[in-house]
């Protein structure tokens, strides 16, 4: 089976940006929290808290997800794009269709999680 490394390959360039500009706005001055606590209702400070809590995890998800398609970039170059990272066997076209950023194949993320 052959990939289609060039489809696989505008698919990362497609999410990377997509993933700047996420963290560019993930990046911009956030809401801020009423300053005088009796001018906000207790629901709409929780509801900032909330926001900002949203916005923390997505700022600590991009840069990982960032890394993952840059290896994922560095893979394609150096032709291991497609293989498992952990036993070398062929990945799922079905996985990569899933994430193109994927590593190991179906059954080392299922011996991994076990190990877990
Ligand atoms: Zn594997």
Redesign the pocket.
């Known amino acids: 089976m052959t990939i289609d490394l060039e489809r696989f390959h505008r698919q990362l360039a497609d999410e990377l940006v997509q993933l700047q500009e996420a963290l560019m706005q993930a990046s911009a001055p956030q809401t801020e929290l009423p300053a005088d606590p009796s001018s906000g209702t207790e629901l709409a400070q929780m509801d900032a808290l909330k926001q900002q809590a949203i916005a923390k995890a997505i700022r600590e998800r991009l840069p990982t997800r960032k890394r993952a398609l840059q290896a994922a970039f560095a893979r394609i170059g150096a032709g291991t794009f497609g293989r498992?990272?952990?036993?070398?066997?062929a990945l799922e076209l079905e996985r990569l269709e899933g994430d193109v950023a994927a590593v190991?194949?179906l059954?080392?993320v299922i011996e991994r999680d076990a190990q877990k």
């Open positions: 498992c990272c952990q036993c070398d066997s190991f194949c059954d080392c």
